[in-house]
């Protein structure tokens, strides 16, 4: 059998059917989203709003080339049993099984008047929650014993919003046209695509969730997600992750099953804090690129209003469409020095309370980036207390580290003398402000902040307990 013309034929009239019909849109307001049998052959599509979730096993491709087939039948079988499990359970549906990755699709439960009682983001996250505890409390627990000692890990990646389904494929297998075949639905939206790409960011036992997904949950299950930001390729993605999240009473389980990997998160951090710099280098470059290419339509511009003055008439199109570049290359630059600017911010802050991995880059690339952050911060009319005030603790640490106690301990005067919150006291730095013999500065500035009611009630015992401190050292 060939394709031949006349097949050709039928198909350029199929395609153009479909590209010539206009799309439809059909609001879905039920607990679960549509099936392929809801679903009809033309561009009819369903919208949704639901928080779609990816598991995927980690480093499949090796677990597949270092295992026998039939075991690998058993591990997927049983991690296909587990995830759908653990979705249905928690009023989701199952989608695109693809061996060692399963999607999950979640939307919100409401009552008869329109209220929602459950939240797709907190079923999803319930969800990514059972797996990580099924995973390490049973499926390993099983694969450990029973399949040549195997353990599995996965990355999970949830995000939420508005997403559309549509049926695609074809009717007929071989020659029987009346029977139907071949079709299956698909989600189409930003939202499944950042999803996918979460769970492939996400390291063994992580959930990496979006910002939408983050705005959706509770305050008091905010506390257990870390911001973070992670590249693939050379695309950043933002969001939140934690590790480990198990369901509450996993503890009585006992000891969870898990892969053995010496330092995992320390490497992965550090990799992922060179690939961070890297794309900071990269927007730097960027930056100095525009900033020439500014340079140069400013001085075309010059040249062609020097132009003007004799051929006004003629071209004042070119000046208008000169200007208009010129403005667009402006925000290109505002834009790409407010993300250089935050982050700088992140790659600084990133020090704090982690000192172990400041060496991972050279102090050169400190100060660089540091005195770069405070030039592009106050280019974007930041105060130099505002900057102070984004990298406060990060610059103690890095200048504690680098035994530059004296900027250091001016960092913590300023802290002092501004932050409403509390004052971080490093004490290799108050030990050489004492040897310095100036502590009198961080004690003048906690004093007048006391006298002068300047910190709020619940905030005073932390500014006593420092004051105190100062005063001891001093022998005061």
């Known amino acids: 059998m060939a394709f031949s013309k006349s097949?050709?034929?039928?198909?350029?009239?199929?395609?153009r059917n479909i590209i010539e019909q206009p799309v439809e849109q059909i609001e879905v307001t039920s607990d679960l989203p549509p099936t392929i049998k809801d679903l009809e052959n033309n561009n009819k599509t369903y919208s949704i709003v639901a928080a779609i979730l990816f598991i995927d096993i980690r480093k499949s491709t090796f677990l597949t080339e270092n295992s026998q087939t039939k075991s690998m039948v058993k591990i997927y079988r049983a991690f296909m049993r587990m995830a759908v499990g653990c979705v249905r359970k928690n009023g989701g549906v199952t989608r695109q099984f693809l061996g060692d990755r399963i999607m999950g699709v979640f939307v919100d439960s409401v009552d008869d008047k329109g209220v929602v009682i459950e939240r797709a983001t907190d079923k999803a996250i319930n969800a990514a929650r059972s797996l990580q505890t099924a995973i390490d409390y049973s499926l390993n627990k099983h694969l450990k014993a029973k399949v040549n000692g195997k353990v599995i890990e996965c990355g999970i990646g949830i995000d939420y919003g508005k997403v559309l389904v549509t049926q695609v494929g074809m009717y007929g297998v071989e020659q029987d046209e009346d029977k139907e075949d071949e079709v299956d639905c698909v989600w189409v939206?930003?939202?499944?695509?950042?999803?996918?790409?979460?769970?492939?960011?996400?390291?063994?036992?992580?959930?990496?969730?979006?910002?939408?997904?983050?705005?959706?949950?509770?305050?008091?299950?905010?506390?257990?997600?870390?911001?973070?930001?992670?590249?693939?390729?050379?695309?950043?993605?933002?969001g939140y992750i934690t590790q480990d999240y198990y369901l509450?009473?996993?503890?009585?389980?006992?000891?969870?099953?898990?892969?053995?990997?010496?330092?995992?998160?320390?490497?992965?951090?550090?990799?992922?804090?060179?690939?961070?710099?890297?794309?900071?280098?990269?927007?730097?470059?960027?930056?100095?690129?525009?900033?020439?290419?500014?340079?140069?339509?400013?001085?075309?511009?010059?040249?062609?209003?020097?132009?003007?003055?004799?051929?006004?008439?003629?071209?004042?199109?070119?000046?208008?469409?000169?200007?208009?570049?010129?403005?667009?290359?402006?925000?290109?630059?505002?834009?790409?020095?407010?993300?250089?600017?935050?982050?700088?911010?992140?790659?600084?802050?990133?020090?704090?309370?982690?000192?172990?991995?400041?060496?991972?880059?050279?102090?050169?690339?400190?100060?660089?980036?540091?005195?770069?952050?405070?030039?592009?911060?106050?280019?974007?009319?930041?105060?130099?207390?505002d900057i102070m005030r984004k990298l406060d603790c990060a610059l103690i640490d890095i200048y504690s580290y680098y035994k530059k106690y004296e900027k250091a301990y001016d960092v913590i005067v300023i802290m002092?003398?501004?932050?409403?919150?509390?004052?971080?006291?490093?004490?290799?730095?108050?030990?050489?402000a004492?040897?310095?013999?100036?502590?009198?500065?961080?004690?003048?500035?906690?004093?007048?902040?006391?006298?002068?009611?300047?910190?709020?009630?619940?905030?005073?015992?932390?500014?006593?307990?420092?004051?105190?401190?100062?005063?001891?050292?001093?022998?005061v």
């Open 416 to 432: 002092a003398e501004i932050n409403s919150v509390w004052v971080k006291l490093d004490d290799a730095t108050l030990g050489w």
């Open 434 to 475: 004492k040897e310095n013999y100036v502590l009198h500065r961080l004690q003048n500035a906690i004093e007048r902040r006391l006298i002068n009611y300047t910190i709020s009630n619940e905030h005073r015992d932390g500014f006593v307990a420092a004051l105190s401190k100062v005063k001891k050292m001093r022998g």
């Open 189 to 238: 939206g930003n939202i499944t695509n950042h999803a996918s790409k979460y769970s492939d960011l996400a390291a063994g036992g992580e959930i990496f969730i979006s910002e939408n997904v983050y705005n959706q949950l509770s305050d008091d299950t905010k506390e257990v997600w870390i911001p973070v930001a992670k590249c693939k390729g050379s695309k950043l993605f933002q």
């Open 7 to 15: 097949d050709l034929e039928i198909l350029d009239s199929r395609i």
């Open 248 to 385: 509450d009473y996993a503890e009585e389980l006992g000891k969870p099953t898990k892969v053995e990997q010496e330092n995992l998160n320390e490497t992965d951090t550090a990799n992922q804090l060179l690939i961070i710099v890297k794309e900071v280098e990269r927007l730097q470059s960027d930056l100095i690129q525009r900033e020439r290419e500014l340079a140069v339509l400013e001085d075309r511009l010059k040249r062609e209003n020097q132009n003007l003055l004799k051929q006004y008439n003629t071209e004042k199109i070119a000046r208008i469409e000169a200007q208009q570049e010129l403005n667009s290359a402006k925000n290109e630059l505002q834009e790409i020095m407010e993300l250089f600017f935050e982050f700088s911010c992140a790659i600084i802050n990133f020090a704090h309370c982690k000192t172990q991995y400041i060496h991972y880059v050279t102090e050169g690339f400190w100060d660089e980036i540091i005195t770069t952050c405070f030039e592009v911060g106050q280019k974007l009319h930041y105060s130099e207390e």
